[in-house]
């Protein structure tokens, strides 16, 4: 007989530490991650899936937390933002974001530093229009978006090679007006 | 936000499913939930159980038949129709459809199945789906119908599929010979919410020898515009003659006016998106005159 009820008992990996929980099912996922678990890096913006600060990975796919139930993460491999660092020491994509100024009031910044690592797992070396493409689900009110577009592209020439590479990649960045987005 | 509160289960077949939508009273399929869920926050719908299907691997493949048949399964993502080499290679343009749906984020969330049975009339996939000539094959405890696309969207979030009944895949036949497919939009932004769509499918050779012109976003459901299929078949396939067609498109549309664009603007870029999808498809099946 299959469960039908209104609390689950599920059982997650975030960021690599595996986690169990019974949660209402009518939880959203952002709830989840900030509330039971405690991790306030996935902010929530919007509440209505339309503003991606509450963007995750879930199994290898770019989801914004808000617009799934908890229970539908059973079983999945969750990684937010607190996962990109490695012990205090930042991911070559949020190093990019400090030194491009990446970011200005910072609310949408968790959600943005996950569209871009699902980018560049899947696109190593994306053109601009590629980036602009991959952020599309990403609102950010500051409207600092060519930041956002430069700091990405240094972090797929710094990850392409080593980290004097992208400090010389970042450079030569070509800082001419762009078209915010 | 705190949703209203509700039951959840996850069966593991399409049969355990079907039992579960057919058994409870207020039971409701969930897929991607890209938009059930803001249905659920708004509280605008009284759902007791959520039967979660978007695990079930009976619907979750895209798979081409050696007759060039696609099927295409109704918890299939947007983003893995994008990238699925079947798809791109029998229907290229169904393929670039879904790679456009909002963002990234929807795209590997939410499935063609709910794009579907969701039935929002500007919604991406209906109108290729009738372009095409596909068929939805609806499963129920007793068995598996066939509807053509044509007569599955039924108006305003209604469609064929009734109660203790799931869309369970899509079968899109392969591109006649000489054939080709068009799709155009004009939306608010870039991949956005929708102000008019048009799909095409044509099969010509200097000469247009049969046209499917199917309209989105201006009537309840997408529907086969028959007047400008007329006025195409037997003319040159040439630009001017396209354009010449799609002049018959006008006072026949009701169209919606809103914030976004006046009815009269929906009408004449109607006519627009109309002649891009029918000039696509021509260039498309390589039909051209000349």
Redesign the interface.
């Known amino acids: 007989m299959?469960?039908?009820?209104?609390t689950?008992a599920i059982e997650v990996t975030i960021n690599g530490e595996r986690q169990a929980a019974t949660v209402?099912?009518?939880?959203?996922l952002v709830h989840f991650i900030r509330d039971t678990l405690g991790l306030k890096g996935t902010h929530i913006g919007c509440?209505?899936?339309s503003c991606?600060a509450c963007?995750v990975i879930i199994d290898g796919?770019?989801?914004?937390s808000?617009?799934?139930?908890a229970?539908?993460a059973?079983g999945a491999e969750i990684e937010t933002v607190e996962g990109l660092s490695d012990g205090g020491e930042l991911s070559p994509l949020q190093r990019a974001f400090n030194e491009q100024h990446g970011l200005q009031c910072g609310y949408c910044t968790p959600g943005v530093l996950m569209?871009a690592t699902?980018?560049l797992r899947r696109n190593a070396n994306p053109t601009e229009a590629e980036i602009r493409?991959?952020i599309?689900?990403?609102i950010c009110r500051c409207t600092g978006y060519v930041n956002m577009v430069r700091s990405i592209e240094a972090a797929a020439r710094a990850t392409a090679g080593s980290i004097d590479a992208a400090a010389r990649a970042s450079a030569v960045i070509d800082h001419k007006e762009e078209e915010a987005q | 936000m705190l949703l209203e509160s509700v039951a959840y289960a996850r069966p593991e077949t399409v049969d355990q499913a079907l039992e579960m939508l057919s058994s409870t009273d207020g039971a409701a399929p969930l897929a991607g939930g890209q938009s059930l869920i803001n249905v659920l926050k708004h509280r605008v719908a009284s759902i007791e159980l959520l039967v979660d299907i978007s695990r079930l691997e009976e619907l979750r493949t895209v798979q081409d038949r050696p007759d060039g048949t696609l099927e295409i399964g109704a918890c299939v993502t947007y983003d893995e129709l994008e990238h699925s080499e079947p798809a791109r290679a029998a229907h290229a343009v169904l393929a670039d459809v879904a790679g456009h749906i909002e963002d990234q984020q929807i795209r590997n969330r939410g499935t063609v199945g709910g794009n579907c049975c969701l039935s929002d009339p500007t919604n991406n996939l209906p109108p290729i789906l009738v372009a095409l000539g596909a068929t939805m094959n609806i499963q129920s405890a007793g068995g598996v119908r066939e509807v053509p696309a044509e007569e599955f969207f039924e108006g305003y979030f209604t469609t064929a599929v009734g109660e203790g009944e799931l869309l369970r895949s899509i079968t899109v036949p392969p591109l006649p010979a000489g054939g080709g497919a068009g799709y155009s939009t004009v939306a608010v932004g870039a991949d956005s919410k929708a102000l008019v769509r048009a799909a095409a499918m044509v099969r010509a050779d200097g000469q247009i020898e049969d046209a499917r012109v199917v309209l989105a976003c201006v009537a309840p459901a997408p529907f086969r515009h028959t007047g400008m299929e007329g006025a195409l078949r037997g003319s040159e396939a040439t630009a001017a003659a396209v354009r010449e067609a799609s002049l018959v498109i006008g006072e026949d549309l009701s169209p919606p006016g809103d914030v976004h664009a006046s009815a009269d603007y929906r009408r004449e870029m109607a006519r627009v998106v109309a002649r891009r999808s029918v000039w696509q498809a021509i260039e498309q099946g390589g039909g051209r005159r000349g």
């Open positions: 299959v469960e039908a009820d209104q689950h209402p099912a009518r939880q959203l509440d209505t899936g991606g963007s796919k770019l989801v914004k808000c617009m799934l139930l229970p539908q059973d569209a699902f980018l493409r991959a599309r689900g990403n």
